[in-house]
């Protein structure tokens, strides 16, 4: 892969544009099965896939950074554009899954002030709060964790972890699209176990 490849727009290259995606998803994917975990009383994945992974925190995380990044010495602004931006970003996302699955994996309907229960006030401003952090603290973490391995292994881990992705994505999006899927899963199971034996 192209590496050193600078991704216009950005000043940053392929390789950390990959780390950080990866980093931000995989923490996003912590932080919000351990919240749900919290609130339910029970262990709950947040992620679509099997793997650990959210990657609507990735391009979430990395879209507010490049975007907001004029705005990052004045943060007020920061603030409320994080807040409309991230709010806009998941009610478009809501609005694709509802057109290509059927669905939304999330429901405000409970919260005040939700709108058809994809977005709310509540994690509006909860959107804000964490674009100040992310400008303030946690990009900087990010970048210190992708900078604290080889880049050897980074590249080998990137390509391995995107190629996961993209296959796990691809198997669930074929079982949320299919209503027999799991059962034609099992199947194919058997028939090879069968095989073997």
């Known amino acids: 892969m192209p590496w050193g490849y600078t991704i216009h727009g950005t000043g940053t290259d392929l390789y950390h544009?990959?780390?950080?995606?990866?980093?931000?998803?995989?923490l996003g994917w912590i932080v919000e099965s351990l919240y749900m975990s919290f609130c339910e009383k029970r262990l709950v994945n947040r992620g679509f896939i099997f793997g650990p992974i959210c990657p609507i925190y990735g391009f979430g995380a990395l879209g507010a950074y490049f975007l907001l990044k004029p705005f990052s010495g004045n943060l007020p602004l920061l603030y409320i554009l994080g807040a409309l931006g991230a709010t806009t970003f998941e009610f478009l996302v809501a609005m694709a899954m509802k057109r290509f699955?059927?669905?939304v994996w999330w429901d405000y309907r409970e919260k005040p002030f939700n709108y058809k229960g994809v977005i709310c006030l509540e994690s509006t401003l909860a959107w804000g709060i964490y674009t100040v952090v992310l400008f303030a603290v946690l990009h900087q973490m990010v970048v210190a964790v992708s900078d604290s391995y080889p880049r050897s292994i980074g590249s080998v881990a990137g390509i391995v972890l995107l190629c996961y992705y993209l296959v796990d994505f691809a198997v669930h999006l074929w079982m949320a699209k299919t209503p027999d899927a799991s059962?034609?899963?099992?199947?194919?199971?058997r028939d090879f176990l069968k095989k073997q034996s």
């Open 183 to 189: 059962e034609r899963i099992e199947k194919i199971r």
């Open 101 to 103: 699955l059927g669905e």
């Open 17 to 26: 544009l990959v780390q950080w995606f990866l980093i931000y998803s995989i």
